[in-house]
């Protein structure tokens, strides 16, 4: 097998690691001059309280927000469209995926939508997204899928039964 003769990394990802790094969450959305966001994140880390302490912290610090807790495993279209819904109805600007790699991509799609008049389906692949999306803030809970510093997302067509990923330095 021949040796790839060269490779470019682009890697645009601010990442804040550590003990209280939630409680920076307020300064990153002012820093940006953002007024509403949208929380997306799962309904295990809502049971958990998890959820509930960045939400907090976002209501200390007077940070105005939306909720979409109802992210799924392998995260299905659906779960986009509903996400996205949310975040058009309560006039978001930015985006904060709260989770693992479901909720993160689920934030990145929606991301997807809101930078393409609601349409998102048409931008699966790589590198087919004109428009950046809005600013988004991922607070990983798990790893493994290093969703936060990847510009990929993938979910599950539940119809056609695969997984579909969107790729884009966008």
Not at 57 to 84: K, M, T
Not at 124 to 142: A, E, H, S
Request: proline share 6%.
């Amino acid at each position: 097998m021949p040796y790839q003769q060269t490779f470019e990394y682009f890697s645009p990802t601010r990442l804040i690691v550590g003990q209280g790094s939630t409680a920076k969450i307020p300064d990153l959305i002012r820093e940006q001059g953002l007024r509403r966001g949208l929380v997306v994140t799962d309904p295990g880390l809502v049971a958990a309280g998890i959820a509930g302490k960045v939400l907090d912290v976002l209501r200390g610090a007077d940070v105005s927000f939306a909720v979409y807790d109802r992210v799924e495993a392998n995260p299905p279209f659906a779960n986009v469209e509903a996400a996205y819904e949310v975040y058009a109805q309560e006039r978001c600007d930015y985006l904060i995926g709260l989770g693992g790699g479901s909720s993160m991509d689920v934030a990145k799609c929606a991301g997807v939508a809101s930078a393409h008049g609601g349409v998102w389906k048409d931008f699966i692949g790589i590198g087919k997204c004109r428009n950046r999306i809005p600013f988004l803030l991922c607070v990983p809970t798990t790893y493994g899928t290093g969703s936060e510093v990847t510009p990929f997302a993938v979910l599950t067509d539940v119809e056609q039964k695969f997984k579909a990923s969107i790729g884009s330095p966008l």
